[in-house]
T-cell receptor
């Protein structure tokens, strides 16, 4: 069965510093990987995805993620954090089989400190 | 486009009552799904559908029913509500993954907050 692990419940970073939110996955075959963000009292919004190709994926709001097949990781990164980046971040993996079942991690709360 | 529309936004039920959470999308997406969000548990998949007439169970299907009679609608039915079903429910849809920037990307509704007393 496919699964995603987000080992940190919360990440605190100072404004202007680089940030990393960690994600590891388990899936049979080649993974489709995603990051979504949830701002307070809002629905989820898509940030970026990895399907195939370059291991470094760029997405919305200056975020990027690095796919590492040997470490089965897909960490989310941003070179310089903004206070407005404070939100709940979810990593997700999609079954590459016939059915598009998408499994989410437990989420990581990012707090950017002014 | 309205995207994914969920109704109601808020609902309070008593234990044992039944209700239906409505979900509609106007993007002609084949794939639709229901998740529940609970603190510390992330998003857990309840049921999903890859097209009209086809549904399957996710991680936590017990106590919930779904049907997909049209491409647009994917209602979630609570058969006999229990306090453990107190949660925020999200409906999401995506196009079939055949390529393009939108392929496989989920569009979420605004959520439905359910409280079971």
């Amino acid at each position: 069965a496919q699964s995603v692990a987000q080992p940190e419940d919360q990440v605190n970073v100072a404004e202007g510093n680089p940030l990393t939110v960690k994600c590891t996955y388990s899936v049979s075959g080649n993974p489709y990987l995603f990051w979504y963000v949830q701002y307070p009292n809002r629905g989820l919004q898509f940030l970026l995805k990895y399907i195939t190709g370059d291991n470094l994926v760029k997405g919305s709001y200056g975020f990027e993620a690095e796919f590492n097949k040997s470490q089965t990781s897909f960490h989310l990164k941003k070179p310089s954090a903004l206070v407005s980046d404070s939100a709940l971040y979810f990593c997700a993996v999609r079954d590459t089989g016939g059915y598009q079942k998408v499994t989410f991690g437990t989420g990581t709360k990012l707090q950017v400190i002014p | 486009n309205a995207g994914v529309t969920q109704t109601p936004k808020f609902q309070v039920l008593k234990t044992g009552q039944s209700m239906t959470l409505q979900c509609a999308q106007d993007m002609n997406h084949e794939y639709m799904s229901w998740y529940r969000q609970d603190p510390g548990m992330g998003l857990r998949l309840i049921h999903y559908s890859v097209g009209a007439g086809i549904t399957d169970q996710g991680e936590v299907p017990n106590g919930y029913n779904v049907s997909r009679s049209t491409t647009e609608d994917f209602p979630l039915r609570l058969l006999s509500a229990a306090p453990s079903q107190t949660s925020v429910y999200f409906c999401a849809s995506s196009p079939r993954g055949t390529g393009g920037s939108g392929a496989n990307v989920l569009t979420f509704g605004a959520g439905s907050r359910l409280t079971v007393l």
